[in-house]
């Protein structure tokens, strides 16, 4: 899905896909603007020619020595000018408006599918094929706005500019003038085409270096103390600087390839502007103005170049875009790429992920240990049945495209009210257990059946939690926004009173309660064993019938960890826990031992 990439019939399948995000119909505020902008491009296209013929209005006066006309033309230049200033300052508004509605509905798009059930998580930890989506989502987005904004309108408007000055040239140099700017045109654009190409995936492969210079920096930011910790800053210098030296690499030759383009492009600026001149010679020394008295004719001879030279202009202009079409289908590329892995795994969500259904009977749903009702498409369903639990039935299942199976077979029944702990040696496919249960991978092999609500009879305690930006409540109520539990404002007595037993006191002051307003990063400022404190927290505040916990106490010391098991336990939550701790045992019925080669053991404890 990802490969060389240039303008070819792929770029012309991605570029029509963005414009039916971009304008989602005939009425919409997007295409209201651009035929807004469209208007003023051509508005301002009809004053820059009464712009253009103000030199020779002067001209006239001046060789007339009327010094009446100079005042009136003096008045009427001002009033022309003022006007394409005011012209051209709306259209840019109009522009970078258009390019924050274009981007609001790209982003919106974007997030609406990488939000989707997990797609981030397949993303950014399953498909390796796709570099940068973070980059591609924001700054990518960004350029393309812009850069279409600025491109689309002088492109569109060209013809008709064309047009009118073509017939211009005409009427007032014969068919050498039209004929000489289309030759050279033509001319330009192949050229420029030529080097162009190249350019298109030079541009793709160097947002991409970007990306990842971008990410190795994030990455020391978001690990800075344990960076520190280690002394590890000289390795992380040589990598930072090798992921730059790559950057730079893709950079320079782009750079080079870009030298050749913009060389041409000046070239023809240049060769425009004397093109313009010969044309205009060709009427004068064929004697076609010999009637005319000579400050009629210096008149006559500055408003014919003012028309040769823009109609010689708006064809250099379009050959000048050069560049920043070879950006703006980079990043095409780019952003069309992002938006074809999130369709495909759309595509492929119901067979990847959870499926409600509705079962008939209890008789349908396979026992624990009958391994002859797996069926050949693995999946998590949802049933209806009364009992709570969750039944895996004949579970096979590896590292995502990995072949080795961690766990083969597995044969268990949860139920509430059944607690089991998740134990084996580092590696053996401990936490790997709560992923596919979960639904983040897919089993190779089996069923899975559940008759708890995965939204909330579910929970599932990370060993490192994640914390969004905001106030301390909305660190709690996640992943629920505050408006869906404002009930729950009224009791902020027990949400304290969690927070005194987990002894968070100190970092409900420096929040400023739990409605502060909070401006920092909170891996910045919590400590591993705080995180794991919220996060219990959390649990509590969300009281579900079923909770997974993978190593969620280990930063977390034994006489803290019993207050939370035994807080868990008293509000009536099933608890599934991964740990090394042999304290964890007393808090759990049965021990589910991953052994490694895809062997396990079930038992008592």
Sequence with gaps: MVGENGFDIRFIRRFYRIQKIIFPRLLSPTVALFSTLLFLNLLEQVVIYFVGLVPSRFYKVLGDKDLEAFQVQTAISLGIILSISFVKSTKSFVKDILALSWRRLLTQ???????????????????????????RTTQDVRTFCTLYGTVISAVIIAPF?????????????????????????????????LLMSPIVSLVVAQEGKEGDFRFKHMQIRSNAESLAFHDGADIELDKCDSRL??????????????????SAINCFDYIGSILSYLVIAVPIFTGVYDDLDASSLSAVISENAFVCIYLISTFSSL?????????????????????????????AKKTDSIESIESTSDGDQPLCGDKSSALSNPRLMISSS????????????SVPNGKEMLVEGLNLCLKTGQNILITGSSSSGKSSVLR????????KEGTIFTSLPIKNGIFYLPQKAYFTNGSFREQIAYPDRISEHEAFKGNDDQIVEYIRMTKMEPVLERAGGLDGDVDWNWYDVLSPGEMQRIAFIRLFYH?????????????????????????????????ISVGHRDTLKQYHDFVLRIEGDGKWTFGSL
């Design 109 to 135: 798009q974007i997030h609406a599918k990488y939000f989707l059930d997990i797609q981030y998580y397949k993303l950014n930890v399953l498909n390796k094929e796709l570099d940068n989506p973070d980059q």
């Design 161 to 193: 500019t064309i047009a009118y000055y073509s017939y211009s040239a005409y009427t007032r140099t014969g068919w050498i003038g039209p004929t000489a700017s289309f030759i050279f045109f033509l001319i330009g654009t192949m050229v420029n085409k």
């Design 245 to 262: 030296e790559r950057l730079l690499k893709v950079s320079s030759r782009l750079i080079n390839r870009q030298y050749l383009l913009n």
């Design 319 to 347: 050959v000048d875009l050069s560049n920043q079409f070879a950006g703006l289908a980079g990043v095409t590329h780019r952003i069309a790429e992002l938006l074809e892995v999130l369709a495909h795994d759309s595509g």
């Design 386 to 397: 009364d009992e709570a639990r969750i039944e895996l039935s004949n579970v096979s299942f």
């Design 436 to 443: 596919v249960l979960r639904g983040l991978w897919k089993p």
């Design 543 to 575: 009281r579900p019938q079923l909770a997974f916990l993978d190593e969620a106490t280990s930063a977390i010391s034994v006489d803290m960890e019993e207050i939370l098991y035994k807080e868990a336990l008293k509000l009536g939550i099933t608890l």
